[in-house]
C-alpha cells in the first residue's frame, strides 16, 4: 500500500490528458488481495480504480480523489496454456506481447496487437476491448476472451464464461469486455490463443493522393479480401515517422498503406495478387513488398512508431479514435482535414483504414496558452463529423473520462439509461470507477422529475 | 386490472397475428419497434406474461414459460439496409436467415448464420445465440452481433452498440441480448457484420477430426458425426485443392453440411474442445441415434429417441465438472430441466434481469436459475 504523495502523484495519470489523485495506491498480488481491499473499500464507502499499465488514452484508469486505486501490474503471471484447446489463464497485469513471446515455441499467439502492446496489459485491453491493426481480420479484444474472473463490487470472486462455448445464463464476460473497469475488476483472463499463420507477405503500398489509397481500401475491402492487416498513414505522419525510426518510408508521398496477408502459402500468393492488382488500378506510385522476416518487423516498425514520433516532434498530442463506415472514408477524411485547416491545427494521421477506424493526431504544445481549449474544440467537430457520417466515438481506446460527455452524440437517453441498469446490476453502489463511461444522469431516475 | 386487460385487449386487437398457429389468448404482429414496445408497455402494467414468435423453430429451448400473449416478429420483416462494401446488413427481427443469406449471396457475402436452422428467422437465431458450424473460422454469432434495437420488459426502445465493425463505445449490449432468449424484451432489429465468401470451398470425408484439424490451418469446420468424420475447407482454388491433396481424402466440391437432428429429445454437450471425443462417449452412452461434434469448438449435439433421467444427470456432472455444461435444447415436454447447476454470477444475472423487465413479463422461467 503506497500513500506517499510521490507515489500519488506517479499513478495520478495514465496517458490521456487528464489527471487525478488517488488517496491510497495498493498493488496486490493475488486475488484474495484484490477481494480483501474491495471489502475494505465498499465498507468505506471509497471509489476504487483499477489500473494496469497505464497505457489508456481515454482516461479510464485516471482515479478521482479520494479514491483507492488497485494496480494489477505485479499480477502478471502464464497460470496454465491450454495447447490443445488453443487458451490460457493469465494474470490481467500481463503485458500482451509478454504473451505472444512466452508462446511462440507452441506456434501460438494472443491476436489483439494494440500499438501499445509492449507496454499494455492483457487486463487493461480487456477493459478498453483493445483493437490493433490485426484486429480487422481477428475481431477486437472481446473476440479472445473466453472467460474472466472477476471481484465484484462486493468483494465476491467468480468467473464468467469459459473455455466451453456458449455457457448458460447471460453472456456477462461480454459485458466486462471494454467496460473500463466499471462492472469489477478484473483478476484472471482465460485468453483465446490463436494459430501463427504458417506464412505472410507484407507489401507497403505509396499513393501520390490519399483519396486514391482510401479509394483502394474500400476496393480491398470489397473484392471479397480480408487482409490480416490493412493501415495507412498520411503524408504528415509518414514524414514524422521517417524522421523518427528511418524505416525507409516514402516521404513526399500523400500516403501509404501497409497491407498483410496471412494463412497457406498458395492462398496468400492469390490475395497479394490481387492487393497489389487493385492497388494498381488505383494509382499506386510504388508497391515493395518485404522480402523476408527483417524487412517485414521493418515495415510494421514504422507503422507502430507512429506515435512516439509524434511524441517527438511537439510536446503534446491528442489522439482521436472514431470509426466510420468504410464507404464514408475519404468523405470523412476530407472533413477532417478542413476542420484542422480552419483551427490552424498541425494534423497527423493513422488509420486502421480496413475497419474505417480513425486516429486523426493532433500535435501541438499545451504550454500555448488557450491552445488545448482549441484542440479539444476541433476534436470535437471531428468526432461529430464522423458520427453524423454514420461512425461511432470509439473503435478500440474506450470512453473513460474524457469522452463521457459525448455518449449522448450517439445513444438516446433511454439507451444510456439501459446501459446504466447494466452497470447498476453489477454496482448498486456505484464505488467502481465512478464518472466513466457513462455521462452523469444516465439512469433515468437520476434525473430531476420536476 | 380488469379494466386494464380489457383497454389492452382493444390495443391487441388491432395488431392480431392470424398467420401463427400458437395457442395464446392474444397473438400480436406489431409493425415497428415502438409498437412492440407500447405492447410490452401495455402487458407490464397488466401483468401479462409475454412469449415471442420467431420462425418457430426453437419453441420450447430453455425453461417453459407460461404466456397470455405471444408476440410475433411476422411484420417485423424488412432488410432494412445491405451495406456490401462496408461488410454490414441492418435487418428486422422477422426476417428469415436463409432470405438473408440468399439475398447478400448476390455479392458473395454471408452472415454466417446456422446453416442448417431452415425456418429459423434473426431475432430467433441471436435471442437464442445459434452459431454456426463455420465458428470455428468466423467466431460465434454473437461476435458479429454489431448493433441491436429491442423493446424492453418495461416498454421502451433501446439501442446498443455501434452500427460499424469495430467500437469501444460504451457497454456490450448487442452481447447481453444474444442468448437472452426473449427474458430482457423482444430483438426488433439488428445490425451485421458480413463475411465474404471464400473463393473455393471443399469437403473431405477424412478417419479422425481431431487430428486433421490439428495439420490444417483453419479450416472453417471440423466435424466428426454419427455418420463420419469432415473436414470443410475454404480459401483460395491451389489452397483448397492443396491442403485437400495433404489430407488424403477425396475432396467434394462445395459445404455439404450434416442435415439437421430431429429426433424429439435433443441436448449438447458445450465443453472445452479437449472435452470433445469425451463428450461424444458420454451423448453415446445416452443411447444418442445421431450426434455431430465440433472439434475445436467444444460443442457435441445429440438426438435421442427416449431418455433416461439418471444417465442424463450422469453426463451433465460430468459435463460441469469438466466446466461445461449439459444443455437440453428439446425435450417432447416430459419436463427436463433445460440448464443444469445455474452460474456462479446468478445473483447479477437476476439484477440483470430484473432491470430489463421489472414486472417479470418476459420470457418468465425461460433462462437458468427460473429466470
Redesign the interface.
Known amino acids: 500500500m503506497h500513500t506517499h504523495p510521490i507515489d500519488r502523484v506517479i499513478y495520478a495519470k495514465d496517458s490521456s490528458i487528464s489527471s487525478g489523485d488517488p488517496e491510497i495506491v495498493v498493488l496486490p498480488e493475488t486475488t484474495a488481495e484484490v477481494a480483501a481491499v474491495m471489502r475494505i473499500a465498499t465498507a468505506e464507502g471509497m471509489p476504487v480504480v483499477a489500473r494496469g499499465a497505464g497505457t489508456g488514452l481515454a482516461g479510464g484508469a485516471v482515479p478521482p480523489p479520494g479514491s483507492m486505486l488497485v494496480v494489477l501490474t505485479r499480477m502478471n503471471e502464464i497460470v496454465e496454456v491450454?495447447e490443445?484447446?488453443?487458451?490460457a489463464w493469465v494474470g490481467p497485469g500481463l503485458i500482451n506481447l509478454d504473451l505472444s513471446a512466452a508462446l511462440e515455441d507452441r506456434g501460438l499467439h494472443f491476436a489483439p496487437d494494440p500499438a501499445s502492446q509492449q507496454s499494455s496489459t492483457i487486463g487493461g485491453n480487456v477493459g478498453?476491448?483493445?483493437?490493433g491493426p490485426h484486429?480487422l481480420a481477428e475481431?477486437?479484444t472481446?473476440?479472445h476472451i473466453l472467460g474472466v474472473e472477476i471481484v465484484?463490487a462486493n468483494g465476491d470472486v467468480?468467473?464468467?464464461g469459459?473455455?466451453?462455448?456458449?455457457?448458460?445464463?447471460?453472456?456477462?464476460r461480454?459485458?466486462i469486455?471494454?467496460?473500463e473497469g466499471t462492472?469489477g475488476i478484473v483478476t484472471r483472463v482465460l485468453v483465446r490463443l490463436t494459430?501463427n499463420?504458417?506464412d505472410d507477405v507484407t507489401m507497403l503500398i505509396s499513393f501520390v493522393d490519399i483519396a486514391d489509397a482510401a479509394r483502394a481500401v474500400?476496393g480491398i475491402?470489397?473484392?471479397?479480401?480480408?487482409p490480416a492487416a490493412l493501415e495507412m498513414m498520411d503524408g504528415p505522419m509518414i514524414e514524422a515517422v521517417e524522421n523518427f525510426v528511418h524505416a525507409g518510408l516514402p516521404v513526399g508521398s500523400g500516403a501509404v498503406l501497409l497491407a498483410e496477408v496471412v494463412?497457406?502459402p498458395?492462398?496468400i500468393?492469390?490475395?497479394a495478387e490481387l492487393i497489389r492488382e487493385i492497388a494498381g488500378s488505383n494509382n499506386a506510385s510504388e508497391i515493395r513488398t518485404a522480402s523476408d522476416t527483417d524487412e517485414r518487423a521493418l515495415l510494421w516498425k514504422g507503422r507502430k512508431s507512429a506515435f512516439g514520433a509524434v511524441a517527438q516532434a511537439a510536446p503534446d498530442y491528442y489522439l482521436n479514435?472514431t470509426?466510420?463506415?468504410?464507404?464514408r472514408f475519404v468523405e470523412v477524411l476530407n472533413e477532417i482535414y478542413a476542420i484542422a485547416d480552419r483551427y490552424d491545427l498541425r494534423l497527423l494521421n493513422v488509420f486502421?483504414a480496413g475497419?474505417?477506424?480513425f486516429h486523426p493526431l493532433v500535435s501541438y504544445d499545451a504550454s500555448e496558452s488557450g491552445m488545448t481549449d482549441k484542440v479539444v474544440a476541433a476534436s470535437h467537430e471531428m468526432v461529430q463529423a464522423a458520427i453524423s457520417a454514420?461512425?461511432?466515438?470509439?473503435?478500440?481506446?474506450?470512453?473513460g473520462i474524457e469522452k463521457h460527455h459525448l455518449?449522448p452524440l450517439?445513444?438516446?437517453a433511454?439507451?444510456?439509461?439501459?446501459?446504466a441498469?447494466?452497470?447498476?446490476?453489477?454496482d448498486?453502489s456505484d464505488l467502481l470507477n465512478p464518472g466513466k463511461?457513462?455521462p452523469e444522469g444516465s439512469r433515468c431516475f437520476d434525473r430531476p422529475t420536476t | 386490472m380488469t379494466t386494464l386487460r380489457s383497454v389492452t385487449r382493444e390495443l391487441f386487437e388491432r395488431m392480431r397475428d392470424e398467420s401463427v398457429d400458437v395457442d395464446a389468448e392474444f397473438v400480436v404482429a406489431p409493425s415497428s419497434l415502438d409498437e412492440t414496445a407500447a405492447v410490452l408497455g401495455a402487458a407490464a402494467a397488466a401483468a401479462i406474461p409475454v412469449a415471442f414468435y420467431g420462425g418457430g423453430t426453437h419453441q420450447g429451448y430453455g425453461g417453459a414459460s407460461q404466456a397470455d400473449l405471444i408476440v410475433t416478429s411476422t411484420r417485423l420483416n424488412r432488410i432494412i439496409d445491405w451495406?456490401?462494401?462496408?461488410?454490414?446488413v441492418t435487418v428486422e427481427a422477422g426476417v428469415p436467415i436463409a432470405e438473408l443469406e440468399s439475398e447478400i449471396a448476390a455479392r458473395?457475402?454471408t452472415a454466417v448464420l446456422p446453416e442448417t436452422a431452415h425456418g429459423a428467422t434473426i431475432g430467433g437465431v441471436i435471442a437464442a445465440?445459434l452459431?454456426g458450424y463455420r465458428?470455428l473460422r468466423y467466431?460465434?454469432t454473437?461476435?458479429r452481433v454489431l448493433q441491436v434495437q429491442i423493446a424492453?420488459g418495461y416498454g421502451?426502445?433501446?439501442?446498443?452498440g455501434?452500427?460499424?465493425?469495430?467500437?469501444?463505445?460504451?457497454?456490450?449490449?448487442p452481447?447481453?441480448f444474444?442468448?437472452?432468449l426473449g427474458s430482457l424484451g423482444m430483438i426488433g432489429t439488428v445490425t451485421l457484420k458480413l463475411?465474404?465468401?471464400p473463393?473455393a470451398t471443399a469437403t473431405v470425408e477424412i478417419d479422425h477430426a481431431a487430428a486433421a484439424l490439428r495439420e490444417t490451418?483453419?479450416p472453417l469446420a471440423a466435424l466428426e458425426t454419427s455418420d463420419g468424420s469432415f473436414l470443410y475447407l475454404a480459401?483460395?482454388?491451389?489452397?483448397v485443392?492443396?491442403?485437400s491433396y495433404s489430407l488424403g481424402g477425396t475432396p467434394r466440391p462445395g459445404l455439404i453440411w450434416p442435415g439437421p437432428i430431429m429426433n424429439p429429445i435433443r441436448i449438447e454437450l458445450?465443453?472445452?474442445?479437449?472435452f470433445v471425443r469425451a463428450a461424444i462417449e458420454q451423448a453415446k452412452r445416452l443411447g444418442a441415434a445421431r450426434w455431430i461434434a465440433e472439434h475445436?469448438?467444444?460443442?457435441v449435439e445429440a438426438g435421442l429417441d427416449s431418455v433416461d433421467e439418471a444417465t442424463l444427470v450422469v453426463a451433465r456432472t460430468w459435463a460441469e465438472s469438466?466446466?461445461?455444461?449439459l444443455?437440453v435444447t428439446a425435450d417432447a415436454d416430459i419436463g427436463l430441466d433445460p440448464?443444469?447447476t445455474?452460474?456462479?454470477?446468478?445473483e447479477?444475472?437476476q439484477?440483470?434481469k430484473?432491470?430489463?423487465d421489472p414486472a417479470g413479463i418476459c420470457n418468465r422461467g425461460i433462462?437458468?436459475?427460473d429466470m
Not at chain 2, 421502451?156 to 446498443?160: I, M, P, R, T
Not at chain 2, 455501434?162 to 456490450?172: C, D, L, Q
Not at chain 2, 445455474?342 to 446468478?346: D, E, F, G, K, V
Open positions: 491450454d490443445i484447446g488453443q487458451s478498453t476491448n483493445a483493437g484486429c475481431g477486437s472481446i473476440a465484484t467468480m468467473v464468467l469459459g473455455a466451453a462455448p456458449d455457457l448458460p445464463g447471460y453472456d456477462l461480454g459485458l469486455v471494454g467496460s462492472l494459430e499463420p504458417p474500400s475491402i470489397s473484392s471479397g479480401l480480408v494463412g497457406h498458395n492462398g500468393a492469390t490475395e479514435d470509426v466510420v463506415p468504410r464507404t486502421h475497419d474505417g477506424n454514420g461512425g461511432t466515438l470509439s473503435g478500440e481506446h474506450g470512453i455518449m450517439v445513444f438516446s433511454d439507451d444510456l439509461d439501459a446501459q441498469r447494466v452497470r447498476e446490476a453489477f448498486p463511461v457513462l | 451495406q456490401p462494401d462496408d461488410l454490414t458473395r457475402q445465440g452459431s465458428r467466431g460465434p454473437r461476435d424492453t421502451k426502445v433501446v439501442s446498443g455501434s452500427p460499424v465493425v469495430k467500437s469501444s463505445t460504451g457497454y456490450g449490449l452481447r447481453l444474444t442468448g437472452s463475411w465474404s465468401q473463393l490451418y483453419r480459401g483460395a482454388e491451389s489452397q485443392t492443396s491442403q458445450r465443453v472445452p474442445a479437449p475445436g469448438v467444444g460443442r469438466v466446466d461445461g455444461a444443455v440448464w443444469g445455474p452460474p456462479a454470477s446468478i447479477i444475472q439484477r440483470i430484473n432491470a430489463f433462462m437458468p436459475g
